[in-house]
């Protein structure tokens, strides 16, 4: 049994009533109550976890001369703020002892950092912040939470809920965010520095690949945090100037169907801004004469892309286009050949470029998805939830399309960048490397559409991997002239999110599978894991501001997309010569099973599925604690696998589905179908893909 050594004082009934907690997760051997955790034991893993906080605080000031100028002072003279408000509160409620407390507290810390420059600040914060660290993952780490009832947990409690009634606007809006998201950072660290001890204690392969897979997922929820602590939710559209700038709308296209560009013109066409001022032009890579056609019936500019470097590479010949057709024109509005947009996208974000230093606004988008959104491509979690934490930061990046750049930033860094395979994200890089600033207007006004087949949705997603993998590894944001730290911060989080999914992920959800197939429980102890988990689910629950839906949806692809990450990651690393061959996006669907492009997600459900039923039947025999709590992380993580591979039976009947997984792939055969997207039908579905 993984316990410690020296017991506390405890009362019996509680640590009957808290038995249960202290059952391992992966698997704790229950055959007595464990005494409660030794300071002692706990406190060198913590110590060596909270040295390495420090050092990394100290590392980034060091490198990073800017950061405790534009971070940590800030924050530590924000602090010395609400220190001193408080003990003037305290004087107001007429509490003598607090207000005296309080003012001596803000006269100690006032004094200590008081003339001293910004990087000793940010070192003394540092320590500061590693020491209480360490006294409360000594003495309070979620090991000792069961032995903590009755006393002082009672206290606890109680001291917990004043604090919700006299500072309720901690527990709403985005304080309640930092409020929970601290929680689940401290919960965390308990968990990682309680995983370390057991693997570092009686090391074996299962217990090292928990430890590094807990590691890294661990990093990236940290990352993600403190990169959403100050989000900038624009949804006001700034006043107009006095004079309404030119503006150049281009529609790149590459063999979309003709019925689809024409409706994504038309919309165009129908845009609130004056006519003599807007210039739409269709820049055609494909060279089609239909297109030709198209474009002078509707009376809008026709350029014949150069069919070199994809899409950044139409976009460019297009501001050649612009420069001789409108040379006054000092926006540019791109917008997928496959999406409409509504008549008041300029007049609602042509405003923000009073600003001469802003390069882009971007907007968030819908797509016309199947009902409950199978294949996820909605994004309603990135759009209204991690797009305004990157604004705030000052680094929201573009999508490509519902997006309006300003045309001298774009040409100050050469055009559109064609380094990698799609143009968004590295031409936001450059930008912002630049010294530019971007914009995100929090407002739907465009609806296209998107993948709702397995090959369109594994090649749209793989690509968007690859690109932001070569950035990872080629142009590293940590590395990167220009960023701020807080950018770098952001984009760092942008690509360790693929890493962490390619490589962390099926080391935790190896770990029930192994364990319960070897009968190798992995001494955790139960404490430590159920309050990460509680937590971490009511940290992103009160995030996810699109719905519960939609949050599960992005957590089933976070985990399904695994193998594809790692073919991402693979095609990444060999490619820093040359970037890899760019295919468009298909706009109509293909029907039929595509199981053998998820072979490795069936692969897991049915040994999943095996494990579980050899499990059950050994339910009477000893480990029953292990067992059951193994078994409920995997079948979590069935759940989660199971949402890709759902998806790739959606649209087939019975019959053809139970043919098609009898082998008779080659029987189905393709139908294609083209999709014309209707902006007022589907612009409002939230409410019902929630519930």
């Not at 998805?369 to 990157?390: E, L, M, S, W």
Request: positive net charge.
């Amino acid at each position: 049994m993984c316990s410690t050594n020296i017991a506390m004082p405890m009362i019996r009934s509680a640590s009957m009533m808290s038995s249960l907690v202290r059952h391992s997760v992966p698997g704790l051997h229950p055959t007595t109550v464990a005494p409660a955790p030794s300071v002692g034991t706990f406190d060198h893993a913590a110590l060596i976890l909270a040295l390495c906080v420090l050092g990394t605080l100290v590392a980034i000031g060091i490198w990073f001369p800017k950061f405790a100028e534009e971070f940590a002072y800030p924050r530590v003279t924000r602090a010395l703020r609400v220190g001193k408000s408080l003990a003037t509160r305290s004087v107001l409620a007429g509490d003598a002892r607090a207000s005296t407390v309080g003012r001596t507290a803000w006269a100690i810390v006032y004094g200590v950092t008081a003339g001293v420059t910004a990087h000793a600040r940010l070192v003394a914060l540092g320590f500061a912040a590693a020491f209480v660290d360490l006294l409360l993952l000594a003495d309070f780490n979620t090991l000792r939470w069961p032995y903590l009832w009755v006393q002082p947990g009672v206290f606890i409690v109680v001291g917990f809920v004043a604090v919700c009634l006299w500072y309720p606007e901690m527990f709403r809006g985005i304080a309640s965010v930092r409020t929970l998201g601290v929680a689940m950072l401290f919960v965390g660290e308990c968990y990682l520095v309680h995983s370390a001890q057991v693997a570092l204690r009686d090391p074996s392969p299962i217990d090292l690949a928990h430890l590094l897979g807990v590691t890294g997922t661990f990093a990236v929820m940290v990352l993600s945090y403190v990169n959403q602590i100050a989000p900038r939710d624009n949804r006001q559209a700034p006043p107009l100037p006095a004079e309404l700038p030119y503006v150049a709308a281009v529609v790149p296209t590459y063999g979309e169907p003709l019925n689809v560009l024409e409706g994504t013109l038309v919309a165009l066409k129908s845009l609130d801004y004056p006519a003599e001022r807007l210039l739409i032009v269709v820049s055609d890579d494909g060279h089609r004469e239909s297109v030709q056609l198209l474009a002078a019936a509707l009376g809008v500019h026709y350029n014949g892309g150069p069919r070199a470097d994809a899409k950044a590479g139409n976009l460019n010949s297009a501001l050649d286009y612009i420069a001789f057709a409108c040379p006054q024109a000092s926006l540019i509005l791109t917008q997928d050949a496959d999406e409409l947009i509504a008549p008041s996208f300029l007049r609602t974000v042509v405003g923000y470029f009073a600003d001469p230093m802003l390069a882009f606004v971007q907007t968030p988008k819908d797509v016309v998805a199947p009902p409950g959104d199978p294949f996820g491509t909605r994004d309603r979690i990135f759009y209204d939830t991690t797009q305004p934490g990157r604004n705030g930061a000052g680094a929201a990046i573009s999508c490509g399309s519902g997006v309006l750049w300003g045309i001298d930033a774009v040409r100050s860094i050469g055009g559109f960048v064609t380094w990698n395979m799609v143009e968004d994200l590295t031409t936001s890089y450059r930008l912002h490397s630049a010294g530019y600033r971007s914009e995100y207007h929090n407002e739907r006004l465009s609806l296209g559409l998107a993948p709702d087949d397995i090959p369109g949705l594994l090649k749209q997603r793989g690509t968007w991997a690859v690109d932001t993998l070569r950035l990872f590894l080629f142009d590293n944001p940590l590395r990167k002239p220009g960023l701020t730290v807080r950018q770098r911060l952001q984009y760092l989080e942008l690509c360790l999110s693929y890493v962490a999914t390619a490589f962390f992920m099926p080391l935790l959800m190896l770990t029930p599978l192994v364990s319960l197939a070897t009968n190798r429980f992995i001494p955790i102890e139960g404490a430590a894991m159920f309050p990460w988990v509680i937590i971490s689910v009511l940290y992103y629950a009160t995030t996810a501001q699109a719905g519960r839906a939609f949050l599960l949806r992005t957590w089933q692809y976070r985990v399904g997309f695994w193998p594809i990450y790692l073919r991402a990651f693979w095609i990444a690393a060999r490619s820093r010569r040359a970037k890899p061959h760019y295919v468009v996006t298909r706009k109509t669907r293909q029907h039929g099973f595509y199981g053998h492009l998820l072979w490795p997600q069936f692969l897991y459900l049915v040994a999943g599925a095996a494990v579980l039923i050899h499990a059950g039947g050994e339910l009477y025999g000893p480990n029953l604690a292990d067992r059951l709590a193994n078994m409920a992380i995997l079948a979590y993580f069935l759940v989660m696998v199971g949402g890709i591979c759902r998806a790739s039976l959606y649209g087939l009947p019975l019959w053809r589905t139970l043919g098609a997984l009898g082998g008779g792939v080659a029987g189905l055969g393709a139908r294609v179908t083209s999709r014309q997207p209707d902006y007022a039908r589907s612009r409002d579905r939230d409410a019902g893909v929630a519930r």
